[in-house]
């Protein structure tokens, strides 16, 4: 025997039972609905992308190879300029050196002027007489030079002399 109230709770079980699932399907379309959202920005997503793979990589890659053109040129002008400055540097290096010379001899020889102005007249006459040693003594080494050379010569020519004299008389001696 079936009574009403059962018959009630029964209805109420299937009214809940009924009311849930149409809470679940209304869930359940509300979940479809967000998840074709998510699917359309994912495939704007992956369009772009694929746009970017076709069209905008290749303006990417050819933008970078231009660059890594213009940069392996500028290291290339780097280098050379730095091989122009250096070979620069060197020269002006050695024009000052030489320009540092000059000048250290120049000073050199004013000072020298300025402490012969200096001098009282004996010392000023023994500088010119030292000058004028060192001339004549520059002048008795070359002679004293050739002069060697030249007895040199004669020594060797008196010992061929002699050397042949002496063979003359052991002849006239065997003689």
Same mark, same amino acid.
Request: aromatic share 8%.
């Given at each position: 025997?079936?009574?009403?109230?059962?018959?009630?709770?029964?209805?109420?079980?299937? %009214?809940? %039972?009924?009311?849930?699932?149409?809470?679940?399907?209304?869930?359940?379309?509300?979940?479809?609905?967000?998840?074709?959202?998510?699917?359309?920005?994912?495939?704007?997503?992956?369009?772009?992308?694929?746009?970017?793979?076709?069209?905008?990589?290749?303006?990417?890659?050819?933008?970078?190879? &231009?660059?890594?053109?213009?940069?392996?040129?500028?290291?290339?002008?780097?280098?050379?300029?730095?091989?122009?400055? &250096?070979?620069?540097?060197?020269?002006?290096?050695?024009?000052?050196?030489?320009? %540092?010379?000059?000048?250290?001899? %120049?000073?050199?020889?004013?000072?020298?002027?300025?402490?012969?102005?200096?001098?009282?007249?004996?010392?000023?006459?023994?500088?010119?007489?030292?000058?004028?040693?060192?001339?004549?003594?520059?002048?008795?080494?070359?002679?004293?030079?050739?002069?060697?050379? &030249?007895?040199?010569?004669?020594?060797?020519?008196?010992?061929?002399?002699?050397?042949?004299?002496?063979?003359?008389?052991?002849?006239?001696?065997?003689?």
């Amino acid at each position: 025997v079936v009574t009403r109230d059962d018959v009630e709770e029964s209805l109420k079980a299937v %009214f809940q %039972f009924v009311k849930d699932k149409e809470q679940l399907l209304q869930d359940l379309r509300s979940q479809i609905e967000e998840t074709k959202k998510k699917i359309v920005e994912k495939q704007h997503e992956r369009d772009y992308w694929l746009e970017y793979k076709n069209v905008g990589s290749k303006i990417h890659a050819e933008r970078i190879s &231009s660059l890594e053109k213009d940069i392996a040129d500028v290291k290339y002008e780097l280098e050379r300029t730095e091989e122009y400055y &250096s070979e620069a540097l060197k020269v002006v290096k050695e024009e000052n050196q030489k320009m %540092f010379d000059r000048h250290m001899k %120049f000073l050199s020889e004013e000072a020298l002027k300025n402490a012969v102005g200096y001098l009282d007249k004996n010392c000023r006459r023994e500088v010119e007489e030292n000058e004028w040693l060192k001339e004549e003594v520059k002048i008795y080494r070359k002679e004293e030079r050739d002069l060697k050379a &030249s007895v040199q010569l004669l020594e060797e020519e008196n010992t061929s002399l002699v050397a042949k004299l002496i063979d003359i008389k052991v002849q006239h001696l065997r003689v």
